[in-house]
């Protein structure tokens, strides 16, 4: 795929100790939302191998407005106040254009 | 796609001044390369929109052991070589485990 419109967003949280798990769960619930939203072509979550609570985000939209327009889902905003009381410090925002490369 | 085993890699490089194009080409011809190796699920080349010399790669494997064993693939040494001159500093490597989402 080799597309230089793509939107694409690296998100960096770390989450309360010992609320990883927990912080996980709501994510996977954002990614299972936001896997039908207008323009999405990828929303994963991960685990950092080397930071203990840090979870990583990697976002991939045709544009930077499919992504905002996301925000307004049904049930979005209920999950970002779900996420946020446990998280430890502002989540970390990279944004990205995709050159290209295998998806 | 729930999968807790996968193996991912965040990489971010810095290219010397104006040498950005010229990484971005050999990091893409790296995608093609690695694209039919044994366990790669993605290798997606990104721009930093931020910040100007910067570039991401974010790559998706069965196992670390499959990621390891794409860096023997004929022509992956000399991309290798070929990119080195042109970065700014040693490239950071994020190892992380999938935890789900939409790829």
């Known amino acids: ?22 912080l996980l769960s709501i994510l996977l619930q954002a990614s299972h939302l936001v896997s039908t939203a207008k323009g999405c072509h990828q929303y994963l ?3 950092d191998l080397q930071t203990q609570d ?3 985000i990697s976002e991939l939209w045709d544009s930077v407005e499919d992504h905002d327009n996301s925000l307004h889902l049904p049930g979005c905003r209920d999950l970002i106040m779900q996420a946020m009381p446990l998280l430890a410090g502002k989540p970390e925002k990279i944004e990205l254009s995709l050159a290209g490369g295998k998806q």
């Open 1 to 22: 795929m080799e597309d230089t419109q793509k939107y694409a967003l690296l998100g960096k949280m770390t989450a309360q100790p010992d609320q990883r798990e927990a």
């Open 45 to 47: 979550v991960y685990k």
């Open 54 to 56: 840090c979870i990583w």
